[in-house]
């Protein structure tokens, strides 16, 4: 499971999406979380927003929430 950012998406205010990848056996599926970010406080390493602010809370919520749900149905 992989978070990243559409970059090649951008929006006027220079926020982009965050999209979500999910690999099985070689099969790829991807799909937007619905949320977007200025891409000056997102980490490609951990595949998270950095920072404290409620905007960084909130779109980590989403992301622990997206992984939490997934591995339930494993």
């Known amino acids: ?3 990243f950012l559409k970059r090649d998406k951008q929006k006027a205010n ?8 999910i690999t099985i056996n070689k099969k790829e599926v991807r799909f937007g ?3 977007e970010i200025d891409p ?3 980490s490609v390493q ?3 927003a950095i920072g404290r602010t ?3 809370v909130e779109i980590n ?3 622990d929430k997206i992984k ?4 339930q149905y494993l």
């Open 14 to 21: 220079g926020s982009v999406p965050i999209f979500c990848r």
């Open 40 to 42: 000056a406080i997102w």
């Open 61 to 63: 919520s989403v992301i």
């Open 54 to 56: 409620s905007e960084v």
């Open 46 to 48: 951990a595949g998270w």
């Open 33 to 35: 979380i619905k949320k």
């Open 68 to 71: 939490n749900n997934f591995i």
């Open 1 to 3: 499971m992989l978070f």
